[in-house]
């Protein structure tokens, strides 16, 4: 018998509507385009990847995690100059990886989710890291510091976006 | 077997998707020199998510507008008047920038330089960026519509900003000056040292390949070089913010940027460049010194002859350099700065003026221009027969010795068949205060200085510009002397 440490209530599968699963991932990737121009802070700050983590949590397949984060990553790296794929690569991972855990923490509460986007956002820094050194030739900069204050920093932002993206979850 | 496959049908599944992703970017990158369209899914995101933006965008200026421009108001008198002194200083320091801008372009044409112009730009919003520290790039809402191409050079008032990367339908990518990936031909405006300018993983800008033994000090300015064929030559680029020995043999020298890259809102596509020689015509109306002298009051007039045998009128060509350069000046002073002397006192010329119908402006030229010994009945018949032409070619070859020697700034056609020198008589010597400092706004010129453009070659034929008195129809020119 696999042990989780979910209770019943917490492995409730949950579903969005085609709207939900199309519009937000769109819309995050259009403030993750726009507001930077307003905000220049906002760079530290990946809400595809969020979105990505939310589904994948939400969701709790695989399968699913990983071909959400694979699309959200993709169209995220067309908007950029650079080959498409490396963000794709990266929210593959992390898609995967956070749908897995899922099924196996109780992810409705607001310090797992904390810990969660802090250690997510870390794996998709060095997936993007590697992948862009590595296969692609880039020179990207790698600092402890600077990642993990982004990480607590989209983490807090994550446990306020996971509320708000609760409405739309529909149970199955 | 399918029991396998169905315990690791995940994994597999996210093996496969790795697998797909990391071909394409292996595909990508091996491409990645030739010059390929743009991907389907590039322009598919872009369709989808710039629409948005732009609507924003057009929400944020539209409202911002109403508010700027109907309600708030507040200090915007105090804000004109400052303005006003503003322009008035700036004139001033136009004046005197001009006239070096003047020499340093008819030295150009004597030595042919090519030179990069601007004569098209295209204004465009930016509506979004990449949203990725990685990739900095910005969206433009000008696409290939609207005549905007890769490779194009984008600035703003203050400095470069960066290139055309790629080209949708109504918008564009624009590669920022301080993304890895950039580089930008550039030189330092005092040493001038030459230098590729790149960005850093930080978002830092370096100028590269300037060695360790050159002396760069922080706070000298970068413009471009117009080496990298987008950028036109003598673009601000930024100061430098810190400049140190670095680890090979070159110098670590960083450029804080001076267009602010970080908050653009609208910017300007170079999208028409001209490659051309300047010309000295472009330079002769426009003399910075002639133009000042207009524009101060201090400036005393001379009083005229009143001898209506020393008045011709013409048809003159005049650049529209001249005009542009002071647009409140009235024609005929416009037409006397392009005469070179005594702008001033040909208005006040008693002396009659004959109208002509094909000409666009009467002139009459005062005796500090230029003096004709014809009788005043003649004058009529000069008018339609004679012109001044102000654009004359560089170089001419002298009749007696055929070799090159520098064209008259002023030449009287006469005829259509002899071209006269017009001898200028030269200017008095006034102190302008400007800015506190005097200065001398006319040196008499000297005709042994082959560079002046009042200078008098020796492409003088034998018997021209000799008065001939008397004959109508034949506008002549004569050494004009100092009164």
């Known amino acids: 018998m696999p042990i989780t440490y979910t209770s019943g209530e917490q492995v409730e599968v949950y579903r969005f509507s085609v709207p939900v699963t199309i519009g937000v991932p769109l819309l995050a990737l259009f403030l993750q385009a726009w507001l930077p121009l307003r905000l220049h802070f906002f760079s530290i700050f990946d809400l595809p990847l969020l979105v990505t983590i939310f589904f994948a949590m939400a969701r709790r397949s695989q399968v699913s995690g990983l071909l959400t984060g694979s699309i959200v990553g993709l169209l995220q790296d067309s908007l950029t100059h650079q080959p498409i794929g490396v963000y794709g690569i990266a929210k593959t991972v992390v898609g995967y990886g956070a749908s897995s855990l899922g099924i196996k923490l109780d992810v409705e509460n607001a310090g797992t989710r904390l810990l969660v986007t802090w250690l997510f956002y870390v794996v998709h820094e060095i997936v993007y890291f590697l992948v862009a050194r590595g296969l692609v030739g880039l020179t990207v900069q790698w600092s402890w510091p600077h990642e993990f204050w982004s990480a607590l920093a989209n983490g807090l932002v994550g446990v306020f976006l996971f509320a708000l993206l609760d409405k739309f979850k529909r149970r199955t | ?483």
């Open chain 2, 1 to 483: 077997m399918e029991s396998v496959l169905a315990r690791y049908r995940n994994l597999i599944v996210l093996m496969a998707v790795l697998f797909v992703q990391v071909l394409g970017l292996g595909v990508q990158v091996r491409r990645a020199a030739e010059d390929e369209p743009s991907r389907l899914i590039r322009i598919w995101t872009v369709s989808a998510v710039t629409p948005v933006e732009k609507g924003l965008v057009w929400i944020q200026s539209g409202t911002s507008y109403l508010w700027h421009n109907y309600f708030y108001l507040r200090g915007v008198r105090a804000e004109n008047r400052e303005l006003k002194e503003e322009i008035e200083r700036l004139r001033v320091q136009q004046v005197r920038l001009s006239e070096d801008a003047e020499q340093a372009r008819r030295l150009q044409a004597l030595l042919a330089f090519k030179e990069q112009f601007i004569s098209k730009t295209t204004a465009a919003q930016v509506i979004g960026s990449s949203g990725s520290a990685q990739s900095r790039s910005i969206y433009i809402d000008k696409g290939s519509g609207d005549g905007v191409k890769p490779d194009m050079a984008v600035i703003t008032a203050d400095g470069i900003v960066g290139k055309v990367l790629r080209v949708f339908n109504s918008t564009s990518l624009v590669l920022l000056i301080d993304d890895q990936s950039s580089g930008v031909g550039a030189l330092l405006a005092k040493s001038r040292l030459q230098g590729v300018l790149r960005g850093t993983p930080a978002g830092e800008i370096r100028l590269e390949n300037v060695t360790n033994d050159q002396a760069v000090q922080p706070g000298e300015t970068v413009v471009t070089s117009g080496g990298d064929r987008i950028f036109p030559k003598g673009l601000p680029v930024g100061t430098v913010s810190k400049a140190s020995q670095g680890k090979e043999t070159f110098l670590d020298i960083r450029v804080k940027p001076a267009a602010n890259l970080g908050k653009l809102e609208e910017v300007l596509v170079i999208t028409q460049k001209d490659e051309r020689t300047p010309l000295l015509s472009e330079t002769a109306p426009s003399r910075a010194v002639d133009v000042l002298a207009s524009r101060l009051p201090s400036v005393p007039e001379k009083p005229v002859a009143n001898d209506p045998g020393k008045v011709t009128t013409g048809k003159v060509t005049t650049g529209a350099t001249g005009i542009a350069m002071a647009p409140q000046v009235d024609s005929q002073l416009s037409k006397s700065v392009v005469l070179g002397t005594t702008s001033r006192s040909a208005q006040n010329s008693p002396a009659p003026a004959v109208r002509s119908p094909q000409v666009n402006l009467t002139t009459t030229v005062a005796p500090g221009g230029m003096a004709t010994k014809a009788p005043a009945n003649a004058s009529a018949t000069a008018t339609s027969q004679s012109k001044i032409v102000t654009n004359p070619p560089a170089v001419v070859k002298s009749p007696t010795t055929q070799k090159p020697v520098p064209a008259p700034a002023l030449t009287v056609v006469d005829n259509g068949a002899k071209q006269v020198p017009i001898q200028p008589k030269p200017a008095q010597s006034k102190p302008i205060q400007s800015n506190g400092q005097s200065k001398t706004d006319q040196t008499p010129r000297d005709p042994a200085k082959p560079n002046q453009s009042a200078q008098f070659p020796s492409a003088k034929q034998p018997g021209q510009g000799q008065p001939s008195q008397g004959q109508p129809g034949q506008a002549q020119a004569q050494e004009d002397k100092p009164q």
